[in-house]
């Protein structure tokens, strides 16, 4: 069985500057603005540039992060990251298209993203995770989605397919799922689940959807266009 891995609430996300401009006065400040639940919680993000972007969940940055319509248009979301994303997928059986749903969920394609608790980089990875999978640069794209995808795979392989609790176990650790025996009952960890299926199916999730098979058994996680 993999390892106890961290329950990652997501209270809100600071982005490192590069290298040179690192230092305790060079931290980009993020103001949370509290709330009782995950789904109403909204932070401030300062970008480097200046803009100020407010967001309501996770490590995300988009002011749309909250708007299901929105994250269903995402879908399949290109990026510079793609190489890494699909080498990675067929390396460890994952479907590219729900990596791409979770780097989006997670940190918006932000690769600097860090999280009040930790998680950092594209795929949120905590230290303790980025260990477990051999990642030394936690930052380094590559290296974070390779990390990210092989512990993917893993919760895939643990849940059998099952994505809301392979999601969950993302979310929260693989050992709140297995304690429930189903998804944990973190409104954080629900509103997560929501999130990513929306991205991943293309439509706000919750709503009647059918999708043909994937073509490819060896693909993970559902449909493979």
């Known amino acids: 069985m993999i390892a106890q891995a961290r329950r990652r609430r997501h209270r809100f996300c600071r982005v490192l500057p590069s290298a040179p401009m690192r230092g305790p006065a060079a931290f980009i400040l ?9 789904v109403a919680q909204v932070h401030l993000v300062v970008r480097p540039d200046g803009k100020k972007v407010i967001s309501n969940f996770g490590g995300s940055s988009s002011a749309h992060a ?14 510079p990251y793609d190489p890494f994303i699909e080498r990675y997928s067929l390396q460890y059986g994952v479907d590219p298209v729900l990596v ?4 989006q969920v997670e940190s ?10 930790g998680a950092r980089g594209l795929m949120q990875l905590m230290p303790e995770t980025a260990r477990r999978y ?6 380094d794209p590559e290296q974070n989605i390779k990390g990210g995808v092989r512990y993917l795979g893993d919760l895939l392989q643990l849940f059998h397919d099952d994505l809301p609790r392979a999601l969950a ?37 919750g709503q009647a959807t059918v999708f043909a098979g994937g073509s490819n058994a060896k693909l993970k996680g559902g449909v493979h266009e």
């Open 169 to 205: 176990a993302y979310n929260a650790g693989e050992n709140a799922v297995l304690k429930y025996a189903g998804i944990p009952p973190y409104a954080e960890t629900g509103t997560y689940i929501k999130r990513a299926l929306t991205v991943y199916y293309g439509q706000p999730y």
């Open 100 to 103: 791409r749903a979770v780097i």
């Open 30 to 38: 993020i103001a949370a603005l509290g709330a009782s639940s995950a």
């Open 108 to 117: 918006d394609f932000n690769a600097r993203c860090v999280s009040n608790k």
């Open 66 to 79: 909250g708007d299901l319509r929105w994250l269903a248009r995402q879908r399949n979301r290109r990026s």
């Open 134 to 139: 051999g990642v030394t640069s936690i930052f």
